[in-house]
């Protein structure tokens, strides 16, 4: 994974990216580590809170609410955001929302000249629209600032997680990373340390520089405040409120879903947000700012503008089923709890968007042309709903997802090209009638006989299956079918009379 | 909590489920075993086929909708359903109404609202329709117990099943790490995504052979012949078996 993004439109289908990834031993260990740290933290501060199920509750309804009135919402934060001297601006697709964002990024120089650099606070949804390629293609490079960020950019790697995004290295890749990547002037990294405090001390020589030359900032946002037209930031880092706070323009993306009604709502996504994410009682840094500072004073950002993406948005609103989806405010709970996403990491969802969340929400956002074999990325082992601060049911819109696949898939001449689907259509027959049902247990027992062993035991088994299920028997064997079902057995007792046959089982 | 019932004898009807008809019939005999044992009787709709499980998880909802309706069907007489499998209970609970819905019959719907509250999975009618935990069983072996998902997270069986298994005389019942974590059978999910699925297996293999028990246990068939599959391919001697099959043993 490298240089190119991960962009669902050409990435190889999950279980084929799976297959590699799981051989990555050191990927997996640190995966494993980090989200086994993050959960562990998570389930003591959740547990700690008496009212946890009463937040969940709140942050859904909050959410549900929001999303069946965004209209309402959105024109009311335009207006209020404008009133305090911010700039909005809509954007109907990715594409849209790249070029809005180069052109005010180009007109934010000193007069009007565009500037060569800009400094990033870690954003999700500018990741979505491959923002910073876009800058790169148009003369502008942009600095991460977000540490893991950082990490990912310089070692020209690819987020992996919405929230930890290089939770897949470890400190001693990391450091290699700094060595090889970072060419402070003056600074010689030959014996850089390897304790956080080292690569700590590397990242803020490196950034420091930045946040003080650099003149204009591109963020995301956690949330937009349709009553007070703020836009709230949380992290852990502080380098975030440099950016908000040091340039002379700053440009906020976000995803029209990211608006909450009221400044109170805070009270309760400030509570799940956090503990949710990063296990932490409150994020380090809080950031909410209102327009620009007209005062004399004249604190931060001079210019401040906010684009709106819709990117697919307003098409998961319309469908009843999904639009839970956009619920999401973006912890990253799921991932940390999916087993799935535990063994193969984040890459392997070829999309920017990983795990659980990331296998119901990239497919939406392709508008299910690109990105089917996400949602079959789960056991539908329910862990990742268990975990959602807004009670988001992963696996049931993970259901509804696969049936828009099926469809796709059984349209016209799709089918003869898909065994599954034949095989599936042919067994759901079966089902419906008891008489086939039976004579359907009598042809499989006959189909498996060639397949079958006898082991030390005197008892068959098939340790090796033809194609598609042949899936099963690389790693685990399968009995053969007893000789007789239950129902021939309770028939049978039946006919003899109960007593007997209850007893001699 | 029902305790009362406890002595009354109910007629049970017996929903064995496709797989566990076809595979594990040994399972069915001993439920039958149990409930007998207990007092009750035991009847078996013969038109039952599948719950439908398959079909809508994988995606293939309209097929899954017959389904729904042949059980109402088979079961619609019935006092008390019981079903040895927590997967196929959830798929009932989480999903019946929702096809319902889909099939936008009212007659459908009414039928389901009432037929669910009927249908127990079978360590929850033990422990919560009758209120028992010692149903008069003894397996002198070294047993762990494995929570499916849907057990845990859909039906919320909570420990009931280790109540029941601690109340077996001779039982060595030792806790298995990572109890919450999944299998990684997820149905076609084992197929469709194999590696991943192989994976996970790994984890939960390691975790039953860290309890050195000879046997592993739980209340759906179809991670057991997932879990089992792993064990019995390495020659592991660990054997899997469905905790009815347990609640039925006697000295």
Known sequence: ?????????????????????????????????????????????VAEMPDWEDLRESGRQIR??????????????????????????????????????????????????????????KSMTTEEIQLNQALEEAGVHAYETDLAELIIQLGHDQPSHIVVPALHKNRAQIREIFQREMHLPGSDFSNLGGTPQDLADAARRFLREKFLRVKTA?????????????????????????????????????????????????????????RSATGERMNPYNSIWTGVDKTAAGDGPRT?????????????????????????????????????????????????????????LTPQLMEMHHAQSLPYASSLCGACYEVCPVKIDIPEVLIHLRNKVVKQQSSGLNILANPEVMALKAVARVFRSEAVFRIAQKLGRLAELPLSHKDSNGVGWIDWLPGMLGGWTQVRDLRVMPKQTFRQWFEAREKAGKKGAADGK | ?????????????????????????????????????????????????????????????????????????????????????????????????????????????????????????????????????????YFPHRVTYHASCHGLRSLHLGDGPQRLLRAVRGIDLVEIENLEQCCGFGGTFAIKNAEVSSAM??????????TRAEVVTGCDNSCLMHVGGSLHRQRTGVWPLHIAEILAGEE
Not at chain 1, 225 to 253: F, H, Q
Not at chain 1, 256 to 273: G, R, T, Y
Not at chain 2, 201 to 210: C, F, H, T, W
Request: aromatic share 6%.
């Open chain 1, 304 to 360: 401040f503008h906010v684009v709106l993406v819709d990117n697919a948005r307003t098409k998961i609103l319309a469908d009843e089923e999904a639009r839970q989806t956009l619920q999401c405010i973006r912890c990253g709970a799921c991932l940390n709890a999916c087993p799935v996403y535990l063994q193969t990491g984040g890459h392997a969802y070829g999309s920017v968007y990983a795990g659980p969340i990331g296998a119901i």
């Open chain 1, 64 to 121: 549900r609410h929001t999303l069946r009135h965004l209209d309402y919402y959105l024109l009311q934060f335009e207006k209020n955001c404008t009133a305090a001297g911010g700039v909005v601006h809509w954007a109907r697709d990715a594409e849209e929302a790249r070029q809005i964002v180069i052109k005010l990024v180009k007109q934010s120089g000193p007069q009007g000249e565009s500037p060569t650099e800009i400094i990033k606070i």
């Open chain 1, 1 to 45: 994974m490298s240089g190119a993004g991960l962009d669902p439109r050409t990435a190889p289908k999950f279980q084929v990216a799976a297959r590699r990834l799981v051989g990555d031993a050191q990927m997996r260990k640190n995966v494993r580590h980090a989200t086994n740290v993050i959960q562990t933290k998570r389930a003591k501060v």
């Open chain 2, 201 to 210: 297996l790994a984890d939960k293999v390691r975790g039953v052979l860290n």
């Open chain 2, 1 to 137: 909590m029902e305790s009362e019932e406890a002595g009354r004898g109910l007629r049970v009807s017996l929903f064995i489920t496709c797989y566990n008809d076809t595979l594990f019939p040994e399972t069915g005999k001993a439920v039958v075993k149990v409930l007998e044992r207990l007092g009750h009787t035991v009847d078996f709709p013969a038109g039952q086929t599948c719950c439908g499980q398959m079909h809508w998880n994988t995606g293939y909802q309209e097929e899954g909708l017959p389904m729904l309706t042949r059980f109402l069907e088979q079961f619609k007489d019935s006092e008390v359903i019981v079903s040895p499998s927590t997967s196929c209970v959830a798929m009932m609970k989480d999903h019946y109404p929702i096809m319902a819905e889909r099939m936008k019959d009212p007659k459908i719907t009414a039928e389901v609202a009432a037929i669910l509250p009927k249908v127990w999975e079978f360590s929850q009618f033990l422990t919560q329709k009758l209120g028992i935990e010692d149903v008069g069983a």
């Open chain 1, 218 to 274: 591109v963020s995301g946002a956690n949330f937009l405040i349709a009553d007070t037209g703020g836009v709230c930031i949380v992290e852990s880092e502080g380098n975030g409120r440099m950016c908000l706070t040091l340039p002379e323009t700053l440009i906020s993306v976000a995803g029209i879903d990211k608006v909450v009604p009221k400044f109170s709502d805070l009270e309760v996504m400030l509570q799940l947000l956090p």
